[in-house]
């Protein structure tokens, strides 16, 4: 019954229904109480939004699935609205009381913005192989500035939200280690395809860039300790300043850890803007991607910059996010390069100049 169904444009309205009910859901926990949607289905409606956002990428890549045209307008005017309003009352708010936003609106700014994201990723998700050969650069080269923005509105937010997503083993780590796994896994078949075409040279660069992402994402989930529960031995505890099973939380190294910072970001920025002026470096195919990605390495070299200037800065509220900007800016340097001469190709004609 289902099979028969999910076949041509049914599958399109199946959905785009989906979405539809998903969006309901948030929109019930974001006026009023937001627990809501946890009294009826034992899950609050946040739980929700990444097996939504994975369905939605499954039925596209198997089935071809997009939304009906009025859905997509509907989504998209419902981003543009959304974002307006939580600018605003992020800003509202900021030196307002903690509960000033939900005593004028009754509105929850974290579940607007679940909605928010969700809108906006289902809109690219949506988007037709044309479009992103069309496309793909600008949303790298605009995609920092849009995630910088939704961060700083959230650390407008009260009651220390801000604080709470940056914490150990909470969201920002979470994703800085999901970057870095998935650069890791990228450069499996890269590797397989350089065994094969003898092209030892690249080998041994993507065997170097695949151990380190692996080496830095273990690290930043304390290679599965608080997940597993075992113990941190007393003689680690004693030159860990985390107590945790970390190499960069080690006193003889953490004062290292915002040095490479700096110097990663400075890179990136530097190269980045210098295949940009000139025109030599643009035929050296493993600085080129730098130029659509200083955007990832410019706030991270701000903030670590001044980092440098205050003791014990790297333990900064924002040090988890800059971390975040610089491991994406690392890895999807690498991916880049990898597949480089393909993507080229599909360059808008107004970033081939440069």
Avoid at 30 to 57: D, E, H
Wanted: proline content about 3%.
């Amino acid at each position: 019954m289902l099979s028969k169904l999910l076949v041509g444009k049914n599958i399109d309205w199946f959905l785009t229904f989906f979405l539809g009910i998903i969006l309901g859901l948030l929109a019930l926990d974001s006026y009023g109480s937001p627990q809501t949607v946890q009294k009826f289905l034992s899950v609050s409606a946040s739980q929700l939004l990444i097996p939504a956002i994975l369905m939605q990428l499954l039925f596209r890549r198997l089935l071809n699935a997009r939304y009906i045209p009025l859905a997509k307008y509907g989504v998209m005017g419902l981003a543009l609205v959304l974002s307006v309003i939580i600018i605003g009352l992020s800003f509202y708010g900021a030196n307002k009381h903690p509960n000033a936003v939900y005593t004028l609106t009754h509105l929850n700014l974290s579940q607007l913005t679940n909605i928010l994201v969700l809108a906006g990723l289902s809109l690219l998700i949506d988007q037709t192989l044309s479009w992103w050969r069309k496309h793909w650069a600008v949303v790298l080269i605009i995609a920092p500035l849009v995630i910088f923005l939704l961060f700083y509105c959230v650390s407008l937010w009260p009651l220390n939200f801000f604080k709470e997503i940056v914490k150990e083993d909470h969201l920002v780590e979470n994703l800085q280690f999901w970057v870095l796994f998935l650069g890791f896994v990228s450069q499996i078949p890269v590797l397989i395809q350089h065994f094969r075409t003898k092209k030892y040279h690249r080998l041994v660069f993507s065997s170097i860039m695949m151990f380190g992402f692996a080496l830095v994402a273990g690290d930043e989930i304390s290679w599965g300790q608080r997940l597993l529960g075992f113990e941190t031995g007393e003689s680690l505890q004693e030159i860990n300043r985390q107590g945790e099973t970390t190499f960069h939380n080690l006193y003889l190294f953490e004062w290292l850890v915002i040095y490479a910072y700096t110097s990663l970001s400075f890179m990136g920025v530097l190269l980045g803007f210098s295949v940009w002026l000139y025109s030599r470096l643009r035929s050296w195919q493993l600085l080129s991607p730098l130029a659509l990605l200083i955007g990832f390495f410019i706030f991270p070299l701000i903030f670590f910059a001044q980092q440098l200037r205050v003791m014990w800065g790297v333990w900064h509220s924002w040090s988890e996010v800059a971390e975040l900007s610089l491991y994406s800016g690392l890895v999807l340097w690498i991916v880049l390069f990898e597949h480089w001469p393909k993507l080229q190709k599909f360059l808008p004609t107004s970033l081939k100049k440069y």
